[in-house]
């Protein structure tokens, strides 16, 4: 979730009914790690929630969750999945008492921030006891180099056809920072290793991928919905004549926590 400029649209609003399509669901090995971890919680709060990929399983498990987020699409999706607890706010600035949360999750966000600090203060201003974040570290050689760099190189040619200019060859241009650098400008007091997983994705879904990134959707925001269909329409064509390929990716996932009686 990242800050909301008067005005300005909220990044997913726009790939919100296709954005589980495209993300892997919260692995078991994940998720019970994660409630183990939240043993003796009662109340969460997920700041970024989205279509409830995270709250919800944890409202499964029996946690009162509330799922935050500035994307009021992504939301309705994670009502229509049958996330209870929802509300329209930006992370930066909440809309709950301080000490109003057991513990507060920030998962797959720190990327889209503008303003990474903030947050964090406004996370640990709600929660009584921490915040939690899952942080994956890949192996971006997978998806950076071959097929994947070939699908990138068709966006930026076709991108640069209807007027934009994408700088090519930096993976991070378009985003805030890499999730990950979260640990270094915010040292947590104990970091987890969940376990090493491997996904495979096929062309169609490496596709949908690219098309639904942050940076891909913050980069079109200046085109019209016309031009954007049609980018997109011939994205996909030009994919589909491509050979079938897998592209496989190697993740290690962490726990992260950053305990309140340690915060200022």
Known sequence: MKEKAPQDEPVFDSIAEFYDETRDPLREEVLNFLIGNLSGSEDLLEIG??????????????????GADISTKMLE???????????????????????????????????????????????MRVSRKCVMSLIRISDHAAVDSGPGKELRDILRD??????????????????????SSII???????????????????????????????????HITSISPEKRERLESEFMERVSRMPDFEVIRRNREFLVIWDKKNTS
């Open 49 to 66: 929630a989205g279509t409830g990929r995270i709250s919800i399983p944890l409202q499964n498990a029996g946690f009162n969750v509330t």
């Open 77 to 123: 999706r994670a009502r229509s999945k049958g996330l209870r607890n929802t509300v329209i706010a930006d992370g930066s600035n909440l809309p709950f008492a301080s000490n109003s949360f057991d513990v507060t999750l920030v998962v797959h966000v720190f990327h889209l921030l503008n303003d990474r600090a903030k947050v964090m203060k406004e996370a």
């Open 158 to 179: 076709l991108s640069n056809e209807v007027g934009l200019s994408w700088e090519h060859g930096k993976r991070n241009s378009l985003s805030r920072g890499s999730e």
């Open 184 to 218: 270094e400008e915010f040292p947590p007091d104990r970091m987890l290793e969940i376990g090493s997983f491997t996904s495979v994705l096929s062309k169609d879904q490496m596709a949908r991928k690219v098309l639904s990134s942050s940076g891909y959707v913050r």
